[in-house]
């Protein structure tokens, strides 16, 4: 039987409301694939105006990931003006594409019944994530709402904990007996009402639901139909416990080059798969949180988030650090006679003190990541303190003969102080130098390994610590050395 189509209509055979302007059309996105301001602009004053109408149809080509870009973009007013002005035509999957304090404007923007109705059509790790976060009538509410075989997946998946391998997880799984062949398994595909929307192995498990091994998409279409899946699989794939932390998830995907994963309970037994885009996601998330995490920021720090929950996030960190300032400032207060004799001291310690916390903060960042990847472990340690001691030196060195140098011409030549005086100040500055800088490579590198080997996150204490050392060391030295070589 042949299918006869309807060919579409010409631009011009169109009403003249269905065409798009072509100039509002080549503004929607820049180079980057992100939305321009001046689309958000408009999208700004057309939600100004009430133009309900208009604000659908311009952003009824977006993509849902777009739709959450806006979002993120708009306040929160006009936010949820949109949100109600988009109702039911709101795509599910803007949820999860969007942070923290934006999802819980589209969230309460959202009756109950809404919420339920888009979370049942999501992946239940993308369902989890969109619920993690209300509480716990909410949440019961919403998932009330939900067909009884959605409720129970997600329920599921909301009993591990956050950041492990059993929340990100996908539940729905193919998996097929080792006995059955290639078309028992494709006849099997074409009658399952309810299939992953993405999956990339065939999994191969014996009668108690345990993992024999797994075999590519790309492997299984090419074999004949009376093949035993058991004699294609590769035996002992790589496994992710349930219970695994979604960063470990992230390193066995990377080293291992996975595109795809089963994920087992306790028991040893199939419950879901983690794919490689929820992978992708994971880096992204783990980077940002690392990335926050050294300059003391832990919580959601997004455009939207409550500016009383971000002070309150931000205001512990700068305590700690105040407290690390006063240290620094009472070991200035020791050498406080010395500073009153010669007032060069006090213009020139700023600079032993911002070198070496500089120092300290790259090797600290070097050695973050490398422990993040994995490079950094206990059989490359005392390589990578080497590494980073050397480094120092030749960095203190270095900068020691230009600023000693630069301060023994500067206080000699210009300042007309004598020039023994000068010379002097200048070898006090250039010593100081290199023994702040080498303590704070060695701080930068041995503080993240010594809060990682007692199991504390080294990207959020290190640089408290790191900032410390590098204050004290440098005061101390720089006004020590005055105290004894200039001043006597």
């Known amino acids: 039987m042949s299918e006869t189509t309807t060919p579409e209509p010409l631009r011009e055979d169109l009403p003249p409301e269905t065409i798009e302007p072509e100039e ?154 080792g006995y059955w062949n290639v078309g028992q398994i494709l006849d099997r595909l074409r009658s399952v009402e309810r299939l992953p929307d993405r999956f990339y192995d065939v999994y191969v498990v014996d009668p108690s639901y345990r993992i024999i091994g797994s075999v590519p998409l790309s492997k299984f279409i090419k074999a004949k139909r009376d093949t035993v899946i058991q004699d294609l699989c590769t035996p002992d794939p790589i496994v992710i416990d349930a219970n695994m932390d979604q960063e470990e998830v992230a390193y066995l995907f990377e080293k291992y080059n996975l595109i795809s994963a089963p994920v087992v309970d306790e028991s040893k037994r199939l419950v879901g798969m983690i794919t490689v885009d929820d992978i992708v996601e994971v880096v992204r998330e783990e980077a940002d949180e690392d990335m926050l995490a050294l300059a003391g920021i832990a919580e959601d720090n997004s455009i939207n988030a409550p500016v009383i929950k971000v002070a309150r996030s931000r205001f512990v960190w700068l305590l700690v650090n105040l407290g690390t300032a006063i240290l620094a400032s009472f070991v200035i207060g020791l050498f406080d006679a010395t500073i009153e004799q010669m007032v060069a001291l006090a213009i020139l310690m700023p600079i032993v003190a911002s070198m070496g916390g500089n120092a300290g903060t790259q090797s600290m960042t070097v050695a973050v990541r490398n422990l993040s990847t994995r490079t950094l472990t206990t059989a490359t340690a005392l390589r990578a303190v080497y590494k980073e001691t050397a480094v120092s030196i030749i960095n203190g060195v270095a900068f020691a003969i230009l600023m000693g140098a630069a301060t023994a011409v500067w206080y000699g030549l210009l300042a007309g102080q004598p020039r023994s005086e000068a010379v002097a100040l200048g070898g006090v500055l250039a010593a100081s130098m290199i023994i702040n800088m080498l303590c704070a490579g060695l701080a930068g590198i041995l503080i993240p390994l010594g809060l990682s080997r007692i199991g504390q996150d080294p990207a959020v204490s290190s640089a408290v610590f790191v900032t410390t050392v590098t204050d004290v060391v440098g005061f101390f030295v720089f006004l020590g050395l005055a105290a004894v070589f200039l001043v006597g």
Do not use: C, N, W
């Open 24 to 177: 509002e059309q080549e503004t929607v996105l820049d180079e980057r694939g992100s939305l321009t301001s001046d689309f958000v602009r408009m999208i700004r004053e057309r939600i100004d105006e009430g133009d309900a109408e208009e604000v659908r149809r311009i952003v009824a080509e977006l993509k849902p990931a777009d739709i959450a870009d806006l979002i993120e973009q708009l306040d929160e007013e006009d936010a949820r003006k949109f949100v109600a002005i988009e109702g039911t035509e709101l795509p599910f999957e803007v949820l999860p594409e969007l942070e923290d304090g934006s999802r819980d404007i589209v969230v309460d923007a959202l009756s109950t019944e809404q919420l339920a109705e888009a979370v049942s059509e999501l992946d239940t790790d993308e369902a989890a994530f969109v619920l993690e976060d209300l509480d716990e009538k909410e949440r019961a509410e919403v998932l009330a709402e939900m067909p009884i075989a959605d409720r129970l997946a997600l329920k599921a998946a909301l009993d591990y904990d956050e950041d492990t391998a059993g929340r990100i997880m996908q539940r729905d799984v193919f998996a097929a007996p």
